[in-house]
């Protein structure tokens, strides 16, 4: 990974070059999160790497790094609820927009994760695997990561019965078998759910 991305914002007059990335896509519960970064210049953050190529350990201990010595990062929730009404794509536009929007120091360029994004009114580019390229991309990767990782942490402890700790609200034999057998809390995507409900009609709603 090196600076070459961010160099070429850099040469091009932009003088805060911000990376967003995005965790919690695919999960049928909990919210997404997204994560805005901007880096100092040349800075070497030993590990930075896509999240998830990464154990939770080393996330832990690269976001502490991350958070001492970014110039600035903010991180947007949005819930299963918004979700459920706005679809999880546009719910994934608006976090990342509340991310960068949210930053103390205002971007002047964005590096976005993927291959599309919407609502940015700084210029921006994406970049298809950026957080494996760009390092305040990858950053953002796992601020992201970690924040949501550490919320379905607390969601366990309100709702001890799903195993959210372990799973994050991904699908899994064990998540779906607590479904069986209790049935949604409030923070399921009942949109996310349609397919389970229709294989598994019986299931509590």
């Known amino acids: 990974m090196t600076w070459e991305y ?11 070059v911000c990376g967003v990335d995005e965790a919690g896509r695919g999960p049928v ?20 790497n896509d999240s ?3 154990s939770e350990k080393k996330r832990e201990k690269l976001f502490d790094e991350i958070t001492a010595n970014a110039l600035a990062w903010s991180v947007s929730l949005v819930d299963e609820r918004v979700i459920d009404e706005i679809n999880i794509l546009q719910a994934t536009y608006r976090a990342m927009k509340q991310a960068v929007d949210g930053l103390t120091r205002p971007a002047d360029f964005v590096y976005v994760d993927g291959n599309r994004s919407q609502g940015l009114e700084q210029p921006h580019e994406c970049v298809v ?23 379905m942490r607390r969601f366990a402890e309100q709702y001890p019965q799903y195993g959210f700790e372990k799973h994050k609200g991904y699908e899994t034999k064990a998540h779906d078998e607590a479904l069986l057998e209790h049935g949604p809390c409030p923070i399921h995507r009942m949109t996310f759910l349609k397919k389970f409900y229709e294989k598994h009609p019986e299931a509590p709603r």
């Not at 519960?29 to 930075?48: F, K, R, T």
């Open 29 to 48: 519960a909990g919210p997404v999160c997204a994560a805005a970064v901007i880096l100092p210049a040349g800075i070497v953050i030993e590990g930075l």
């Open 129 to 151: 695997s950026g957080d494996a390229k760009i390092p305040s991309v990858a950053a953002a990767s796992i601020i992201a990561k970690v924040t949501r990782d550490r919320l």
């Open 6 to 16: 961010e160099e070429k914002a850099w040469a091009n007059g932009y003088g805060s």
């Open 52 to 54: 998830k190529k990464l």
